[in-house]
Nanobody, 115 residues
Framework: QVQLVESGGGLVQAGESLNLSCAAS????????MDWYRQAPDKQREWVAR???????NYPDSVEGRFTISRDNTKNMLYLQMNNLKPEDTAVYYC?????????WGQGTQVTVSS
């Protein structure tokens, strides 16, 4: 079955960096678009980054220039490099993929940025 497992979250100070990972299994990773989302307390889940199978990526304005999504199709791994973190980046971060008509999410990893 499809499984997505995030890791790499933690507590950092503003201006520092973190690199999140998402281990994928149970599907053909290399042919699927992958996304990162985040959800802060009392807020709706927010899209953070997308990477196509060919490696093309896009981002919302809120993280453009600070976050970089990447993938290693040989290892079935998705990454999110987050630089210059801000307190407003504090959230649970999730990786996600769509397969046919279903969405699949990981369990999330907590990122906390102190000021």
């Amino acid at each position: 079955q499809v499984q997505l497992v995030e890791s790499g979250g933690g507590l950092v100070q503003a201006g520092e960096s973190l690199n999140l990972s998402c281990a994928a299994s149970g599907f053909i990773f290399s042919i699927h678009t992958m996304d990162w989302y985040r959800q802060a307390p009392d807020k709706q889940r927010e899209w953070v980054a997308r990477i196509l199978p060919n490696g093309n990526a896009n981002y919302p304005d809120s993280v453009e220039g600070r976050f970089t999504i990447s993938r290693d199709n040989t290892k079935n791994m998705l990454y999110l490099q987050m630089n210059n973190l801000k307190p407003e980046d504090t959230a649970v971060y999730y990786c996600k993929t769509d397969i046919i008509t279903a969405d699949y999410w990981g369990q999330g990893t907590q990122v906390t940025v102190s000021s």
